[in-house]
């Protein structure tokens, strides 16, 4: 992230910390920047060809996306964060380190139909990521961050359903799985009622199509856009969020 991101960054987290409520996200920022975690990352993909000329040397490099996600995570402490769509593992990552820097017993429950290098990407979005060859969904996950977690393998729309049912609520609910609005759409339509009065759901990539649009207005709330400054057009919106 350059100055721009970080100043954008900035003021997001402030926009941030004012829907919840004026909590201080300052002290999240400043314990993430000191995080082990991109050390952690360059060391998991120091012999992996497909991230060669990827470097790691700050989390300011990592998506300002990740870094609001985290200082929810700190701010939220959720019980249960439900994920979709996992690929390496970047955001599941400091979703973790957010819960074991929480300390109680937060869990995160991912799900992802995987991209294998093998056979190519399972969305039908037209995004195009896959996994390098011979990896799992997850594989920059540090070891030590994978007590709270719990992967599962399949299309959302088919795991989702028994999954909420085994959790009965939860606390938040992020998708980044297929951004197609029939994929959007069913995901946000099991998630949303099992969402606790108070918590958040995230949507990456919310202004793809008008799913995200679409389920704000089905609840009456206001949503909070947040660009992706590391992306092209500098002032793309990416990421969604709405408290329920
Ligand atoms: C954009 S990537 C996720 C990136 C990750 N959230 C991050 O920020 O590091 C999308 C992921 O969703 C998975 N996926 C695609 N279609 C899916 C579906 N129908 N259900 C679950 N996962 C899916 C892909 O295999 C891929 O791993």
Not at 60 to 80: H, M, N
Not at 200 to 205: G, N, S, T, V, W
Request: charged share 25%; proline share 7%; with cysteine.
């Amino acid at each position: 992230m350059n100055v721009t991101g970080i100043e954008q960054g900035s003021y997001f987290v402030g926009r941030l910390s004012s829907v919840l409520g004026g909590r201080d996200l300052l002290p999240y920022l400043g314990e993430l920047h000191a995080s082990a975690l991109p050390r952690r990352f360059e060391e998991l993909v120091a012999d992996e060809p497909a991230f060669e000329t990827k470097r790691f040397g700050s989390v300011w490099q990592l998506r300002l996306y990740r870094i609001w996600v985290y200082c929810l995570v700190r701010a939220l402490e959720p019980r249960v964060f439900v994920e979709t769509g996992v690929l390496h593992g970047m955001t599941s990552a400091f979703v973790l380190e957010a819960l074991e820097r929480n300390g109680g017993d937060g869990r995160l429950i991912s799900v992802d139909l995987p991209s294998y290098a093998e056979t190519g990407p399972a969305n039908v979005d037209g995004y195009q990521g896959t996994l390098p060859p011979g990896r799992e969904p997850g594989w920059i996950v540090p070891d030590e961050l994978r007590d709270r977690w719990e992967l599962r393998l399949g299309p959302s729309l088919d795991v989702l359903p028994g999954l909420l049912e085994r959790e009965g609520e939860i606390d938040v609910f992020l998708h980044d799985s297929d951004h197609t609005y029939e994929t959007m759409t069913g995901e946000f339509e099991l998630a949303w009622p099992r969402l606790r009065a108070g918590g958040a759901l995230i949507a990456d990539d919310s202004t793809d199509n008008a799913a995200f649009a679409d389920l704000c207005a089905r609840v009456g709330r206001e949503p909070l856009l947040f660009p992706n400054p590391n992306e092209q057009p500098h002032d793309r919106l990416g990421a969604g969020l709405v408290l329920k």
